[in-house]
């Protein structure tokens, strides 16, 4: 119901044409409008207010609020679509649209069933619709000042119809036959003069001579209407009121006064009893809605819990891991030492690598090089004998082109030169390419800078984790854990700091070993090539895969274990193929790892790595098949944990929050000092001040990618 009303409402500013100044017009319809809703009367008038189309949801008020007439008088109408179905309107009982602009009534005026009176005068109709004939419940039908040219023959099937006004139709001259059907019509209006069927003579007459002519016509015989009296218990006529003093005249008084009281008793309890079942259906249709309503407020409320507890238990995972990063800064100088023992030894392996099998590189490169002067060479020398021999054939006779020949001798010489000079450039060119492509190679096969990148990938999607965090607490409007929230996000930036300091350090280290390379007395015209080939021979083909990288759960592990600056040791186990499971003290300690208290904190951790994925494949298998003691192909499957995976592979504890200004690219951007991770490079390189989600100012900002 109130749907209705306020779609008419919202319609209002548009119904009034080009006139939109007309306030007096718009005032006229809300107030009618107005009173249509509360007043109790069955009228709904809306004339006199310049409507060029129908408000929305007049129908649906005509039945919502019982109306049964409708008056649209004097108005700027064309049709009557646009004010909802005509379904609704079908308990109207009279409707005025004279003085429109109508051109044609809709086909659908056939719902109109109960409608007994139809004023269409003052319009532009030309023809009158077939599905006239379903109103079977018209008495008056008013179509004058209009321009009809011929009647439908469906007219004559309106058998209650009483009242026809024609006139001022000037394109109209004659009179369907079928129209003698409506034997209940007793007026009948037309301009006889201008009429050919019937001639004007007898269109001039009354309406019983009409309807003669008409049967005649049809060869039926006239029938002479039914007198109003008669009719009444058939025809409902709301707008005449039944005289019980005409038919009952010799009744008493009392009689006639208890025939009216009980007659009015009816119709109260008619009205009563239907409104009292509009009123019940009503109540029913809104219990079921609040029903509905209640539990989808019950599924969302359990959504709600749902993603507040997994918020809760992320919160706790990460504390737990910023708690185990702390604590694994806080090494022993007899940690440390060992890992400047290990870093030492990889430097002198290195070393050893480029004095060793560098005897074994292809020099195709060169050689393809030093090929390209020998022909040339040749070529010069071939060119410098042909000339000769034209010189002693033509000597004694061409002297002024001896002179020419020597200036072209000269240019070809200038030309060597030069092609010599640009071979040497290729080849210093080359040098400083090779040296690039070893220098990359060596920091690829680096088990401490790759131990280092698998840190910060891992310290970045923890802080991804916490934007994403904050982000939904923000869109739930929860408000607490927001000072732990940050101090965690500071330790994480202070992390990641540390971590990029180290990576710098051991980057510096590298270049030292470079360079030291490059002073090398003994070094050969394809020294690069030739370490660049032994680098690749002696590292680990697994570990040049740039498609493999560290398992973030073992990295927990790890993590939780305080073992995770021991990670360079693990690096030849992790890519070598075997199990995890296989690794001994033994092998740890022979790599490395000296002390007893980080090689348990290994096993304890890869024990629990091991455990955990064969907990997720159990519980996977479960959810699809009934619970089953462990088959042989589960347990191979629980000892085949390497620690690395693929890094395309989807993996969803890994939470990668996306730019918050351009809502399309990821996170890659954290804000010193607050500590978020919510901006894309290309974002943050727009000179921006303060951070997008809590505005604090910007100190500096850390690229970072989580892997």
């Not at 129908?54 to 008056?71: A, F, H, M």
């Not at 732990?484 to 540390?498: A, M, P, T």
């Not at 505005?695 to 990618?705: F, G, L």
């Amino acid at each position: 119901m109130g749907c209705a009303v306020s779609c008419v409402n919202r319609a209002t500013m548009s119904l009034f044409g080009r006139q939109n100044n007309d306030n007096d017009a718009r005032a006229r319809l809300e107030r009618k409008l107005y009173i249509a809703r509360e007043s109790p009367e069955p009228d709904f008038d809306l004339s006199e207010c310049e409507l060029r189309t129908v408000p929305s949801g007049t129908y649906s008020i005509c039945k919502v609020y019982r109306k049964e007439r409708l008056y649209l008088h004097n108005n700027n109408l064309h049709s009557l679509e646009e004010g909802g179905q005509l379904s609704d309107l079908y308990l109207l009982r009279v409707i005025n649209l004279s003085s429109n602009r109508f051109l044609q009534l809709p086909s659908d005026i056939r719902y109109l069933v109960n409608l007994t009176e139809l004023y269409i005068q003052d319009n532009q109709i030309k023809t009158l619709p077939d599905n006239i004939q379903f109103m079977q419940s018209l008495q008056i039908l008013d179509a004058s000042n209009n321009k009809l040219q011929n009647l439908t023959p469906s007219i004559g099937k309106l058998k209650n119809l009483r009242k026809l006004n024609l006139t001022q139709n000037q394109y109209l001259y004659e009179l369907c036959p079928e129209l003698c059907l409506a034997t209940n019509l007793i007026t009948l209006m037309i301009d006889g003069e201008q009429f050919l069927c019937p001639p004007s003579d007898i269109a001039i007459q009354d309406t019983a001579v009409i309807m003669k002519y008409l049967c005649d016509k049809m060869n039926i015989d006239y029938n002479p209407p039914i007198s109003i009296e008669q009719d009444m218990p058939t025809v409902q006529v709301p707008t005449i009121m039944m005289d019980p003093f005409a038919k009952q005249k010799a009744l008493t008084w009392e009689e006639q006064e208890a025939a009216i009281m009980e007659q009015e008793h009816r119709l109260h309890k008619a009205a009563k009893e239907q409104r009292e079942k509009f009123l019940n259906q009503f109540i029913q249709e809104q219990t079921e809605l609040d029903n509905e309503i209640a539990k989808i407020h019950v599924v969302k409320e359990i959504d709600r819990q749902n993603l507040i507890k997994a918020i809760q238990e992320d919160e706790k995972e990460i504390a737990c891991l910023v708690k185990n990063f702390i604590q694994s800064e806080n090494l022993n100088p007899e940690i440390i030492q060992q890992q400047l023992a290990f870093e030492q030894a990889e430097h002198d392996r290195l070393l050893e690598i480029t004095r060793q099998n560098y005897d074994n590189i292809k020099k195709a490169d060169v050689l393809r090089a030093m090929e390209q002067l020998i022909e040339e060479d040749y070529s010069m020398k071939h060119s410098k004998k042909h000339y000769e021999d034209s010189m002693n054939n033509m000597k004694q006779s061409l002297l002024i082109q001896d002179l020419e020949v020597s200036e072209k001798l000269t240019e070809l010489l200038n030309a060597k030169d030069q092609s010599r000079t640009v071979l040497v450039g290729q080849l210093l060119e080359d040098q400083d390419v090779q040296m690039a492509m070893v220098a990359s190679l060596l920091e690829k096969t680096d088990s401490r800078t790759w131990s280092l990148n698998q840190e910060i990938s891992l310290i970045s999607s923890h802080l991804a984790r916490l934007s994403v965090i904050e982000q939904e607490k923000k869109k739930m409007q929860i408000t607490y854990n927001y000072n732990e929230l940050l101090q965690q996000r500071v330790q994480l930036v202070n992390l990641l700091d540390d971590l990029f300091g180290q990576q710098n350090k051991r980057r510096k280290q590298l270049v030292e070993t470079l360079r030291e390379m490059e002073n090398e007395t003994n070094k050969s015209n394809d020294f690069w090539l030739k370490n660049y080939q032994k680098l690749i021979n002696s590292a680990p083909r697994t570990l040049l895969d740039i498609g493999k990288s560290l398992d973030p759960v073992l990295a927990n592990y790890l993590l939780q274990e305080g073992v995770i600056h021991c990670l360079p040791f693990l690096v030849k186990f992790l890519f070598s193929g075997e199990p995890l499971l296989n690794i001994t003290t033994e092998e740890l300690k022979a790599s490395g790892v000296s002390l007893t208290c980080d090689r348990e904190g290994i096993i304890r951790a890869i024990n629990s790595y091991v455990g955990a994925k064969s907990q997720n494949h159990n519980f996977e298998a479960a959810s699809s098949v009934a619970p089953t003691a462990p088959s042989d192909e589960q347990i191979a499957e629980e000892q085949q944990c390497t620690g690395v995976v693929t890094t395309g592979d989807s993996d969803d504890s890994v939470s990668e929050a996306e730019c918050v200004i351009c809502m399309d690219a990821k996170s890659e951007v954290v804000f010193v000092p607050c500590g978020h991770m919510c901006c894309c490079q290309p974002c943050a390189n727009k000179g921006m001040e303060n951070c997008p989600m809590c505005r604090s100012t910007i100190e500096r900002t850390i690229k970072v990618m989580i892997a």
